[in-house]
């Protein structure tokens, strides 16, 4: 069996030698492994791939070698649970569902929730449940009830916000800690509101691109777990600039999830520690 341990606690002298001892007291083959101490916070972070069967007890016998409060998972390989919350825009729910598709990520797409209509036909060609929770007539707080009752049901381990075109409450941040994952065009807050798009062309950009982060109660300003850019020229319409924006929407958060996939993101405060 393959198996990725991650851990996060308090630096400490001698992590690793606590951690690839006992690995080796399990009879686990360590096939690879990264680490990071953030110094000015000091926090220890470290992912680990092995093979072998671990004991029953093997992360209680860790934690207890470890600082106290440490953060401890071991994930077998199984797909990683994924619910994708959409509006109207097609192209990051597409490309998602593509890469299922696909099979080339370790995740599976058990539901698509928005609200409105519009992308039912784009779920159900890739043979994904498709679920309309309208926002009209609802307070921002009934209708975050009503569309986290429903990825409760389906116990997601990311909550993946396809061009999802709704401000979360706070109680609906805080229910999702740390699982909710949201894409945005790089402008803000340098071009917050409506077309961004077309205020960087009025400003004669010549980059454009997308942020992943995960969601917190400030909005846009979580921690970021990835950054991709393309050039444009004088030559580039708004219009142009706006298709090619959505490519790297499109590319960043479909490789943000597979990060997520594979075990490879840890929050750090306001930032994110992210393994190669």
């Known amino acids: 069996m393959s198996y990725i341990l991650t851990t996060q606690c308090a630096d400490d002298v001698g992590l690793i030698a ?21 110094k000015d916070a000091q926090r220890f972070f470290m992912r680990t791939e092995l093979t072998g069967e671990p004991q029953s007890d093997f992360l209680d016998q860790l934690r207890a070698l470890l600082p106290q ?12 649970k994924v619910v994708l919350l959409a509006t109207k825009e097609a192209h990051c729910l597409g490309g998602m569902l ?6 080339t990520l370790n995740i ?36 975050d009830q009503k569309v986290g009752d429903l990825i409760a049901s ?36 340098a071009f917050i509101g409506a077309k961004p798009y077309h205020q960087a062309f009025e400003r004669g950009v010549k980059i454009i691109g997308a942020t992943a982060h995960f ?4 909005l846009d300003e ?22 090619m924006g959505k490519d790297v929407e499109k590319t960043v958060f479909c490789k943000a999830l597979q990060l997520a996939s594979e075990h490879k993101l ?10 190669s």
Do not use: W
């Not at 779920?123 to 209708?143: I, W």
């Not at 969601?215 to 400030?218: G, I, L, T, W």
């Open 222 to 243: 979580g921690p970021i777990i990835l950054q991709d850019v393309t050039s444009v020229t004088h030559a580039n319409t708004a219009e142009m600039m706006a298709k």
């Open 18 to 38: 606590k951690i690839t001892g006992l690995c080796h007291k399990n009879n686990l083959n360590i096939t690879r492994n990264n680490e990071f101490v953030d």
């Open 154 to 189: 389906y116990n997601p381990d990311i909550i993946g916000l396809a061009k999802y075109m709704r401000i979360l409450s706070p109680e609906f941040v805080g229910r999702f800690e740390g699982k909710i994952i949201n894409i945005h065009h790089s402008f803000l807050p």
């Open 69 to 80: 409060g440490a953060k401890l998972a071991l994930h077998c390989g199984a797909k990683t």
């Open 108 to 143: 599976e797409v058990l539901a698509v929730i928005a609200n409105y209509a519009d992308l039912e036909p784009l779920a159900k060609g890739f043979d994904v449940p498709f679920h309309v929770v309208s926002h009209e007539g609802l307070t921002r707080s009934e209708h």
């Open 215 to 218: 969601v917190n109660n400030e």
């Open 266 to 275: 840890f929050i750090n405060g306001n930032k994110t520690v992210v393994f």
């Open 98 to 103: 593509l890469k299922q598709f696909e099979q």
